[in-house]
């Protein structure tokens, strides 16, 4: 339930929040990716307080979610130079998933 409450929370937050941020031209995927990994985070931070027997997020959880949904981005950035059956599968989804699964996943598999 945490990990699925924080992938919609950071699918709802982070477009708005990138908005209030400077413009970043071509790198805004991998300020999505930072965005998203901080969101997951902090929405990780208070449903463990409200949570019984769960256990608060370390900053290496932070640490790990920005790393992979920065390799989440870069898969996307550079994805006209894949191979052709990874480039279309990457072109398959939304551009914005990959950072933002890369969060959750990087906050799971640290938590």
Request: cysteine-free; aromatic content about 10%.
């Amino acid at each position: 339930m945490l990990l699925t409450v924080q992938l919609v929370v950071a699918w709802l937050a982070t477009p708005a929040l990138l908005q209030l941020l400077p413009p970043f031209g071509a790198l805004r995927i991998f300020a999505y990716g930072v965005v998203a990994a901080v969101v997951v985070f902090l929405v990780g931070v208070v449903l463990t307080q409200i949570l019984r027997d769960t256990r608060p997020p370390s900053s290496s959880a932070l640490a790990s979610g920005i790393i992979v949904a920065l390799a989440g981005a870069a898969l996307v950035y550079f994805r006209d130079r894949l191979p052709v059956d990874v480039r279309a599968g990457a072109y398959a989804l939304r551009e914005e998933i990959y950072p933002l699964l890369g969060a959750v996943l990087g906050y799971a598999l640290r938590r």
